[in-house]
């Protein structure tokens, strides 16, 4: 089930990634409109931070191509923002919490350009909103894994992009910091922002997005949440794993799964 979209804002065409000629997205297809919060959804080794790193240009592609606004990554670069999966970072790189943010004001800017007063009051701004302003100046190596990642969400808010790739930002942090984040990811995406999520969790997944992609190495779905959170379609993305889906049984208002052998 693909929904097909007018005026996209992200369209991935035929993407297939493969790692020592393994394939971990195979033909994968779908396109996103604006103003979207979108979770990506599927099981571990799914591949969807391939699909997000294959989006941002970090990994060779075996075929396909992603176009952002219509254009290649490299046209619209500052438009962009990606917060990678925590455990892709090395935390061990020396700088304050308010160095990485400040980051992401560079991104904006450019390099080449002194960063001035307003900056540091955006940075700061940014920590405030996803409530580490209190650890501005501490090293982001001792920092806790919740509040590292909480620091990258702040980096990429710098950067005011106007689409964005989170991979995981909810690892590791407490519920109601999931919530406040939750509810900024939201306002973002009242003002027009396209965001889009990867998260593990199906159940808060029908909560928190407007927009699904199912992806299992292939694309099983891409369209409005509604349509999308249906049994047939989730066993096709989690197979025989019951017990996930059987935690969406009230959702679904189907109690029993087929388990695929
Ligand atoms: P997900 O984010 O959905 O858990 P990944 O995109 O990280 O999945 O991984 C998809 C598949 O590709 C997995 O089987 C994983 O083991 C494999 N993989 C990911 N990164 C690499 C890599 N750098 N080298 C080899 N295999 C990889
Ligand atoms: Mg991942």
């Excluded at 450019?110 to 009051?121: I, P």
């Excluded at 100046?137 to 989170?166: C, K, P, T, W």
């Excluded at 989690?238 to 388990?259: C, I």
Aim: overall charge neutral; hydrophobic content about 40%; charged content about 20%.
């Amino acid at each position: 089930m693909i929904t097909q979209v007018e005026n996209p804002i992200l369209e991935v065409h035929n993407l297939t990634v493969a790692y020592n000629k393994k394939p971990a997205l195979w033909n994968v297809d779908f396109s996103i409109p604006k103003g979207k919060l979108v979770g990506i959804i599927g099981p571990n080794g799914a591949g969807k931070s391939t699909l997000i790193k294959a989006i941002m240009g970090l990994i060779p592609l075996s075929s396909g191509y992603a176009k952002l606004f219509g254009q290649d990554l490299n046209s619209v670069r500052d438009k962009v923002s990606y917060v990678p999966q925590r455990e892709s970072v090395d935390w061990d790189f020396p700088a304050s919490a308010l160095d990485v943010v400040l980051m992401g004001c560079y991104r904006r800017r450019g390099l080449f350009r002194w960063l001035t007063k307003s900056d540091k009051t955006l940075a700061m701004d940014c920590l405030k909103q996803v409530r580490m302003e209190g650890f501005a100046d501490r090293q982001i190596a001792q920092l806790s894994g919740g509040q590292q990642q909480r620091v990258f969400l702040a980096r990429s808010l710098a950067q005011q992009a106007e689409l964005y790739f989170m991979d995981e930002p909810f690892a590791g942090i407490d519920a109601t910091t999931e919530s406040a984040i939750l509810e900024l990811l939201s306002e973002m995406r009242d003002d027009g922002k396209t965001i889009l999520v990867v998260h593990h969790d199906l159940q808060s997944a029908y909560e928190y997005f407007d927009w699904i992609i199912l992806l299992n190495t292939r694309l099983v779905a891409s369209g409005p949440k509604l349509q999308i959170f249906n049994p047939k379609l989730l066993q096709q993305t989690y197979g025989g794993k019951l017990s996930v889906l059987s935690q969406m049984g009230d959702l679904l208002q189907e109690k029993e799964f087929p388990v695929r052998e």
